[in-house]
């Protein structure tokens, strides 16, 4: 099989396939298991989502950042070889040095095999960093869409485990969205049934 070469999606948004070696993906899979407190976000619109989140380092409350998490329990700490990672992967993605990239939240999302999330922008952050996004598990179809509405024109991209993708500068706050997951696609060895993944963001 050849391998899937890294693209440009659109200028500052790139998807740099198989980034996390088989390793390094079990290795993530089992620190996400410990990982505390996956619970369906409630929407002020009233909707629920369908995957379940754990938030480190700030709890996304739609729309915003807290200190606590929705019952006032504590969130769990960002923990430093993940700003490492996230530095790591800028790095390779831009193909630049990112040391002074500081990633100080991350949302954890789980995926069973009927969820999926609407196309929307990342802009409850403050900064206007990076995204740094890790797959593991099933593959899905990613949408990486425009700034200006979740309409077209829009790439679909397949997001498989281990594959990081970036979007950053013009592309920051492009919509987005992953509008199915191909359940049953993940490897057996992997152990993880669904699909997870790990946005790093500066808030
Ligand atoms: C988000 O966390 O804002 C996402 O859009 C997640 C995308 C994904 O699951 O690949």
């Known amino acids: 099989l050849l391998p899937r070469p890294r693209r440009e999606i659109a200028p500052g948004a790139v998807h740099v396939p198989d980034w996390l070696s088989a390793q390094e993906q ?7 298991r410990g990982w505390r407190g996956y619970r369906s976000t409630r929407l002020p619109s009233g ?6 989140t754990v938030c480190l380092g700030w709890q996304w409350l739609p729309y915003r950042y807290d200190r606590l998490r929705e019952d006032g329990s504590p969130v769990e700490p960002f923990p ?4 490492d990672l996230g530095r790591r992967a800028l790095a390779d993605a831009y ?4 040391d002074d990239y500081q990633p100080d939240v991350a949302l954890v999302n789980y ?6 999330m609407g196309m929307h922008q990342d802009k409850d952050e403050r900064s206007t960093e990076p995204v740094v ?14 700034t200006e509405s979740r309409n077209r024109p829009y790439t679909d991209v397949e997001l498989r485990s281990g594959d990081l993708f970036v979007f ?10 992953v509008p199915k997951t191909l359940p049953g ?11 997870l993944n790990l946005t790093l963001r500066v808030s």
Do not use: E
């Open 185 to 195: 696609t993940a490897d057996p060895d992997l152990g993880l049934t669904g699909r």
């Open 168 to 177: 950053g500068g013009p592309a920051r706050l492009a919509f987005h969205g």
């Open 26 to 32: 079990r290795d993530l899979v089992t620190t996400c």
């Open 111 to 116: 995926y069973d095999a009927t969820a999926k």
């Open 133 to 146: 996004s890790l797959s593991l598990g099933d593959t899905c179809v990613f949408r990486f869409g425009n």
């Open 80 to 83: 430093d070889w993940l700003a």
């Open 95 to 98: 193909d630049r040095p990112a």
């Open 47 to 52: 909707g629920v989502m369908s995957v379940r």
